[in-house]
């Protein structure tokens, strides 16, 4: 299936206060693939997944997002096959109470209402959120709010998922249960994290990204075993890895 | 009252709205409806009139006691508004001096009399603003309000300024506590560093501003925010908006007052 393939071409992108973020990033992503993106603070991931959705446009280069190149024409098209979530979930909850938080996408889909609540409650419970169902966002803890954010993405059923640090603010129980979730995400999908364990335990392949290159781009078990390279990318062995 | 304390009392208004009891199961449209009708009929009278007034206190006092919210708190949210009534009517006094009544042997002129209306049309439209949204909460308010026909840009500015009231309040808590904890001894409190926080928060702002309007074009936003209609009227709504109705009626055209003293005043002999 073609629609869920995502490609980088030599995308450079600047900043406006000139901070070349991104310098000639390029690979390929194939349908069902799971991708983790890691590197130093700073490397440009974050960057990098907000060009899936458009929210950035490439300075130069080309991004391709199934069949469609990435244009200012093209991003509304792409964003409703690409599920984003963001590092601040606080940027992300914009609604009054949980429950339409969740429900906003879907409805914006054009979905009845029967099917809206259908989805609200399973994406909530499959994060075990459905208990925050009438709360107002500003009244949940950190790790809540991460886990609303990452239900209102999965209540679109995104062909895409891109995620920046999914699991930042969150305890191990839930932490746990959203590497389930992700397992469970069949389409292609983009973590950024640096959590290298969930990365080695949800991503088969795995792009270390430093000052705006792909630094290295291969299997997970590689990658994430190979010290020197971690280390000179500001980062260590996987805690299962050191063990060994 | 300090800015924290300040912030959390917000809450509160937020967290009255969770409660069940018969005012807050009205139906939100209803209450909108005859919070609306109440404000007009206060702001109606004129400028003179006080003892017309009094009958109207009836009703936040009503509202607050069905629906279990505690008085004092809403008397205290109105006192920290009312220097702004104060202020518009402060005047009044002095530029309109003539005597209209002598209450207990002082002379009382239209100044104070119209001042004093200010005062009191300003507390029951404040209560009652703050009651709806004690026991309707915001959200069901704008939902309400888009119902009965509201522009979406209108009703979606007034969500998000509710939602993002509280992240700019903790924001904004954010910076000043980093401050304090970096300034020492007088130093670094100085107007110069106080107007450079000020812009830090101003840009995070504007940011936040540009990454919310980025999630929101994510989720499919096309200018108007979507709910799940859940609300229905029914007929203790209908009711409770007639009784409403006839009670301000009443006490708009009838001088109420005169007669519950005229009424009195028969008992007593
Ligand atoms: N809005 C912005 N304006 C200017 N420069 C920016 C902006 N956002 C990020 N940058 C710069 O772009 C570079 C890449 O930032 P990015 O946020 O993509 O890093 P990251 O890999 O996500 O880091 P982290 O691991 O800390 O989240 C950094 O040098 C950063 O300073
Ligand atoms: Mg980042």
């Known amino acids: 299936m073609s629609h869920h393939i995502i490609e980088f071409k030599e995308v450079f992108f600047r900043y406006p206060d000139g901070t070349a973020a991104l310098r000639g990033v390029s690979f390929r992503i194939v349908h069902g693939e799971s991708v ?75 979905l009845d ?34 886990a609303v954010a990452i239900a209102a993405v999965m209540a679109m059923e995104p062909d895409i998922l891109a995620m920046d640090e999914p699991a930042a603010n969150l305890d191990p129980r839930s932490r746990r249960s959203l590497i389930g979730l992700l397992k469970t995400f069949q389409h292609s999908k983009l973590v950024a994290s640096h959590d290298l364990d969930l990365i080695l335990d949800v991503c088969e392949r795995c792009i270390v990204i430093g000052e705006g290159r792909v630094v290295a781009d291969g299997p997970s078990e590689d990658i994430l075993s190979n010290r020197t390279l971690l280390e000179a990318n500001n980062l260590e062995l996987p805690l299962s890895l050191q063990r060994r | ?36 009708l109440f404000l007009v009929t206060v702001v109606s009278f004129p400028k003179y009139d006080v003892a017309g007034l009094v009958p109207f206190l009836l009703f936040p006092v009503l509202a607050a006691t069905l629906g279990e919210i505690p008085i004092g708190f809403i008397l205290r949210k109105v006192l ?13 006094p002095f530029l309109d001096t003539r005597t209209v009544a002598v209450i207990a042997g002082l002379p009382v002129s239209a100044g104070w009399l119209s001042f004093a209306s200010i005062l009191l049309k300003f507390a029951l439209t404040v209560s009652a603003a703050l009651l709806l949204v004690a026991t309707t909460s915001f959200p069901g308010v704008c939902h309400a309000l888009r119902r009965l026909g509201c522009p979406p840009i209108f009703v979606s500015q007034l969500l998000f300024l509710y939602r993002y009231l509280f992240v700019l309040a903790e924001e904004a808590m954010r910076i000043v506590r980093a401050w304090d904890m970096r300034a020492f001894a007088g130093r670094g409190r100085g107007a110069t560093v106080f107007a450079r926080l000020v812009g830090v928060l101003l840009i995070r702002t504007l940011d936040r501003a540009e990454r919310i309007y980025q999630a929101m074009l994510c989720r499919g936003f096309a ?47």
């Not at chain 2, 009891?21 to 005859?34: E, G, W, Y």
């Not at chain 2, 920290?80 to 009044?92: C, K, L, N, Q, R």
């Not at chain 2, 009227?233 to 009838?254: H, K, M, P, Q, Y």
């Open chain 2, 80 to 92: 920290i508004v009312s220097p702004f009534a104060v202020f518009v009517g402060i005047f009044s």
């Open chain 2, 1 to 36: 009252m300090n800015f924290h304390t300040q912030y959390f009392d917000l809450g509160r208004l937020d967290r009255l709205s969770y409660r069940r009891t018969a005012v807050h199961s009205l139906d939100p449209r209803a209450k909108v409806i005859a919070t609306g």
């Open chain 2, 223 to 269: 200018g108007d925010i979507p709910r799940l209609g859940t609300l229905r009227l029914r007929s203790v709504d209908l009711v409770f908006v007639a009784i409403t109705a006839v009670f301000l009626g009443a006490c708009r055209f009838f001088p109420v007052t005169e007669g519950i003293g005229l009424l009195a005043q028969g008992i007593w002999r």
């Open chain 1, 113 to 146: 209402k029967a099917h809206v609540r259908e989805r609200v409650e399973s994406a909530l419970s499959r994060v075990n959120g459905l208990a925050l169902k009438n709360k107002p966002p500003h009244h949940l803890s950190a790790g809540e709010k991460s």
């Open chain 1, 36 to 110: 983790g993106v890691v590197g130093a603070n700073g490397a440009g991931k974050s960057t990098l997944l907000q060009h899936l959705n458009g929210c950035l446009l490439p300075t130069s280069g080309q991004v391709t997002i199934g069949d469609l190149n990435l244009t200012a024409a093209t991003r509304g098209e792409i964003r409703r096959k690409v599920g984003s979530v963001f590092q601040n979930p606080d940027d992300q909850l914009f609604m009054p109470t949980v429950f339409d938080d969740v429900a906003f996408g879907p409805l914006n889909l054009g």
